[in-house]
């Protein structure tokens, strides 16, 4: 009985171990079925370029900051100096400059400059801007004739065109009296000169626009909310309209309606 229980251990043994080395050879035999690698190349490119784009937001600019403040004084006529620069995609493209001044006396400072420019015209010999804001400039009386200067059409058609600018809480300092913030919007024309300016005081007492119509004229329409003039009488004008046509050094064709309390 032992021996015949050690028979059929052994045939149960070479059985086994047959049916494995079947098996063996049916699965070597076997198509390998393809993996699939789209999806995981797709996700891995996807991550790649989302990086790219996204050191975009923190990349200075720094080789290119000596071109910019050449193309801005070309238009300007006067030193431009920035301290860093910046490029992004998102929210929209824009390139963002900190710390700038201008003027040889660094007169007009910015401490934040955003401009709608992209990716294309940043790189051109002629760029197109849609739109620049400029967060908390100051500006001093001495610089402000100069403002008017900018506002001129240029001799000729200048490598930077700006659609638009806003200043936002730009203060400005004029002797004997106390700074003032106003919030400005000027659109240009064509040919790199302005169209319409306005100008709000940021307590919102006094809204002044104008509108060139000449080399040496404009006109300029003003609306007074309980204002107070800085200077002279402290007389109060509430829902005041001005009018009137600017010439060099004069004031003409005024109208005005509205009451002066004082």
Known sequence: ??????????????????????????????????????????????VLIAAGIGSLHVLPLTPWVGSVEKVAAERIGEPVTIGTMRYALFPYPAL???????GRQQDIKIPSVVAAIGVGDLFSDEKTVSQIELTSPTVDQDALPRLLKWAQ??????????????????????????PFNVNADV????????????FRLTDGTLTVDVVPKGANSAS?????????????????????????????????????????FG
Do not use: H
Not at 32 to 39: G, M, S, Y
Not at 233 to 247: G, I, K, Q, W
């Open 153 to 178: 059409t240029p001799a000729q058609r200048p490598r930077l065109m700006v659609e638009q600018i806003a200043a936002r809480s730009a203060r400005v300092a004029v002797s004997g009296m106390e």
């Open 220 to 260: 300029l329409t003003a609306r007074a909310s309980r204002f107070t003039p800085p200077l002279g009488p402290r007389y109060m004008f509430d829902n005041v309209e001005l009018s009137a046509t600017l010439v060099p050094n004069e004031m003409r064709d005024l109208r005005a309606e509205g009451s002066i």
């Open 187 to 198: 659109r240009m024309n064509g040919s790199g000169a302005v169209s319409k300016a306005t």
């Open 96 to 102: 963002t400059l900190e710390r700038v001044t201008i």
């Open 1 to 46: 009985e032992r021996k015949e229980a050690e028979e059929r251990a052994r045939i149960a043994a070479e059985e086994r171990a047959r049916k494995a080395e079947e098996e063996a050879q049916r699965a070597a035999a076997a198509p390998r079925k393809k993996r699939k690698i789209a999806a995981p190349i797709a996700i891995a490119a996807g």
